[in-house]
Nanobody, 129 residues
Framework: QLQLVESGGGLVQPGGSLRLSCAAS????????IGWFRQAPGKEREGVLC????????LYSDSMKGRFSISRDNAKKTVYLQMNGLNAEDTGVYYC??????????????????????WGQGTPVTVSA
């Protein structure tokens, strides 16, 4: 069974940091580009960051520039999202996703991250004092 499982979310104070993890099972994760997305309360889901097969990354939103970074450990079949300088606007449910059907290995193949079709259940992040 192909599966992605996110973890690491929680409650953090403004200015704080969190590292989210996305663990894969049932498929060869290191072949695929992997994306992180988020959905704030009452808003549509938006792309955060995507990581290529070879570790290159694509930022989907300038609001995270300089604060968020993405990395992968293929041996552990895990992709990480490091979030620093968190603010209330970063509150939401964070999802990781893989493009199983299209199978692309570089994020540039899917501008805006629209071709991801295997999704995790999400991990909630709340930024509040």
């Amino acid at each position: 069974q192909l599966q992605l499982v996110e973890s690491g979310g929680g409650l953090v104070q403004p200015g704080g940091s969190l590292r989210l993890s996305c663990a894969a099972s049932g498929f060869t994760m290191d072949y695929y580009a992997i994306g992180w997305f988020r959905q704030a309360p009452g808003k549509e889901r938006e792309g955060v960051l995507c990581i290529d097969q070879n570790g290159g990354s694509t930022l989907y939103s300038d609001s995270m520039k300089g604060r968020f970074s993405i990395s992968r450990d293929n041996a552990k079949k895990t992709v990480y999202l490091q979030m620093n300088g968190l603010n209330a606007e970063d509150t939401g449910v964070y999802y990781c996703a893989a493009p199983i059907s299209s199978g692309f290995t570089f994020c540039s193949a899917s501008p805006g991250g629209k071709d991801f079709d295997l999704w995790g259940q999400g991990t909630p992040v709340t930024v509040s004092a």
